[in-house]
C-alpha cells in the first residue's frame, strides 16, 4: 500500500510552471525524494506526461558523484533537454551535496576581497539559470536548512518557492494503519512517522530501523558536515533535548545537562553552535518563548521540539515515554506542519499576597500565529479535577485578550466550550479533523 501524501502533491501541482524552483527540503528519510520521484511523477504521467520528459538525477547515488560539480551537472541537464519543442520536469534530489567550484576564467586578482564568492559557481547558479529556460520546471530536494531554506531569497533572487515535508503526520499514519484510533495513536507516539518505519509491521525492526536511521544517518551527517572531532558533545546534547522536549532551556542549562552525561564541561557557546546544526538537519525545531501582556520575546530562553517521535524515542532507546510530553511534541509538529509560526508564551500575573504585590509567571504551551489572529492553545492530559482544570486553564483566563483560547486533551472526546469561551477538544479529533477549529 502506498501512502498518498495528497497535501504535498497538491502543494506541487500548485506552483508547477511558476517560472521558479521548487525546493523540497525537510529532513532525510521522510520521503521527499519518493514524493517528487515516484508520487508526482505518476502523477503527471496519468496527465499525459511522457517519461522522456522527465530529467532525474540523485546526488547522492556513488554513480552520480561527479554531477556535485555544479558544472557537471549543468551539462547534464542542458545535454538532456535540447528539443525545444518539449517541456521537460528536472528533478535533483539532494542538491545540498553539490559543491562550489572555483572559475577558471577569472583574473582572481581583479576582484575585491568582500566579492572573492563570485569565483566561484554554486548549484545556485545553474539553478538560477536552468529556470529561466521556458521548456524547463525545476524541482530540487535537501536536507540542510541553512543551506536551502534561508537563503532561498538571497541566492534564487525570489525565484524560488519552498514546500516543506515533514515525517508522516496522524492522519496520514492512521489512514495506512488500518488500527483503531486509540491504539494507533499509541502506536503513533512510539513510533512515530518515519515512512519506512510506518510501513515496517514488525516492532523490532522498527526499533532496529529507527536506532540506526539516528546514528548512521542524522548523527554521522552532522559529524562529517562540520568536520567534528568526536560526536561525544553532539551526543549527549541530542540526549538532553530528547530528554527535555517542551522543557525551556538555554545553551547554559543545555552545556550543564551535557556535561553531566559526558562527566566533562563543555562551553555555552559550542553548545549554540551544536543547536544550531541539529536544526539545520532538521533533527530538532526551536520555539522562542514570548511574553503575551509585554509583546516581547525573551532573548534566551525557549523549547525545542523533536521532528519525529520515533526518532526521540530511540535516541532514548524507548525508555522515557511520558505522554504529556510526547503529545505535546505531537501538537506543535502538527501545527507546524499546517504552515502556522509558532512561539511558547508566558503570562505574568501581578497578585496580593499579605499586602504585597508577588509576580508569578504562567505558561500557554503554544501561541499559534495564523496570519489574521493568534490562537493559544494548551495541551493536557486531562482537566478531570477542579485543580487540574485551573492550573491549565489560569493562564488562559490571565491572557488580557479576546483571541481563542483551545485546551487539547488526551482521547477523542468531542469538541465543547466552557462558560469562559475556552474551548476543548480531544487530541484524536484535533489531528484528525483539520478544519474542526477552524484553522
Not at 497538491?10 to 508520487?39: D, Q, Y
Not at 536552468?130 to 530536494?141: G, I, P, Q
Not at 530511540?314 to 510526547?326: D, M, P, T, V, Y
Not at 489574521?372 to 493562564?395: C, G, M, P, R, W
Request: aromatic share 10%; hydrophobic share 35%.
Amino acid at each position: 500500500m502506498i501512502i498518498k501524501r495528497e497535501q504535498y502533491i497538491e502543494a506541487l501541482l500548485s506552483k508547477r510552471w511558476n517560472g521558479k524552483v521548487k525546493i523540497i527540503t525537510g529532513i532525510r528519510r521522510c520521503g521527499k525524494s519518493f514524493l517528487l520521484s515516484t508520487l508526482y511523477k505518476d502523477y503527471l504521467k496519468s496527465e499525459g506526461v511522457p517519461e522522456d520528459c522527465f530529467i532525474e538525477i540523485a546526488l547522492d547515488r556513488k554513480a552520480n558523484m561527479k554531477y556535485r560539480n555544479p558544472n557537471e551537472l549543468y551539462d547534464y541537464v542542458i545535454g538532456k533537454t535540447q528539443d525545444d519543442s518539449k517541456r521537460y520536469y528536472v528533478f535533483i534530489d539532494e542538491i545540498q551535496l553539490s559543491y562550489k567550484v572555483k572559475n577558471k576564467d577569472v583574473d582572481e586578482s581583479l576582484v575585491p576581497e568582500e566579492d572573492r564568492d563570485m569565483l566561484y559557481t554554486t548549484f545556485y547558479d545553474i539553478l538560477n539559470d536552468l529556470m529561466a529556460r521556458s521548456n524547463l520546471d525545476v524541482y530540487v530536494t535537501g536536507s540542510n536548512s541553512k543551506m536551502l531554506s534561508t537563503d532561498i531569497v538571497t541566492n534564487f533572487r525570489d525565484r524560488g518557492t519552498e514546500i516543506k515535508v515533514y515525517p508522516l503526520s496522524f492522519k496520514e499514519y492512521f489512514a495506512f494503519s488500518g488500527l483503531e484510533k486509540a491504539d494507533a495513536l499509541e502506536e503513533y507516539l512510539m513510533f512515530g512517522g518515519m515512512p519506512l518505519a510506518v510501513t515496517e509491521k514488525d516492532e523490532a525492526e522498527k526499533r532496529k530501523y529507527l536506532i540506526g536511521l539516528h546514528k548512521n544517518v542524522y548523527i554521522k551527517d552532522i559529524v562529517e558536515r562540520y568536520k567534528l572531532k568526536d560526536d561525544e558533545v553532539l551526543d549527549a546534547l541530542i540526549d538532553s533535548l530528547s530528554s527535555a522536549v517542551g522543557s525551556l532551556t538555554n545553551p547554559h542549562n543545555l552545556a550543564n545537562a551535557a556535561g553531566t552525561l559526558m562527566k566533562r564541561n563543555t562551553s555555552d557557546h559550542t553548545i549554540k553552535k551544536y543547536l544550531d546544526y541539529l536544526e539545520d538537519a532538521y533533527l530538532f525545531i526551536g520555539a522562542k518563548r514570548y511574553d503575551v501582556k509585554g509583546k516581547r520575546y525573551f532573548d534566551n530562553t525557549q523549547k525545542y521540539y523533536s521532528m519525529d517521535l520515533g526518532l526521540r524515542n530511540a535516541k532514548l532507546n524507548f525508555r522515557q515515554q511520558e505522554k504529556s510530553h510526547l503529545m505535546e511534541n505531537m501538537i506543535f509538529l502538527e501545527l507546524i506542519r499546517r504552515g502556522y509560526s509558532i512561539d511558547v508564551g508566558v503570562v505574568e500575573v501581578t497578585r496580593m499576597k499579605d499586602g504585597k504585590k508577588q509576580q508569578s509567571q504562567h505558561e500557554i504551551d503554544f501561541i499559534v500565529n495564523t496570519g489574521q489572529e493568534k490562537v493559544y492553545i494548551q495541551s493536557a492530559l486531562n482537566v478531570d479535577t477542579e485543580e487540574k482544570h485551573n492550573q491549565e486553564t489560569f493562564s488562559l483566563k490571565n491572557s488580557g485578550d479576546l483571541f481563542r483560547k483551545i485546551v487539547i486533551v488526551d482521547g477523542n472526546i468531542k469538541q465543547w466550550t466552557d462558560e469562559n469561551g475556552i474551548i476543548y477538544v480531544g487530541v484524536i479529533p484535533f489531528l484528525l479533523e483539520e478544519s474542526k477549529l477552524g484553522f
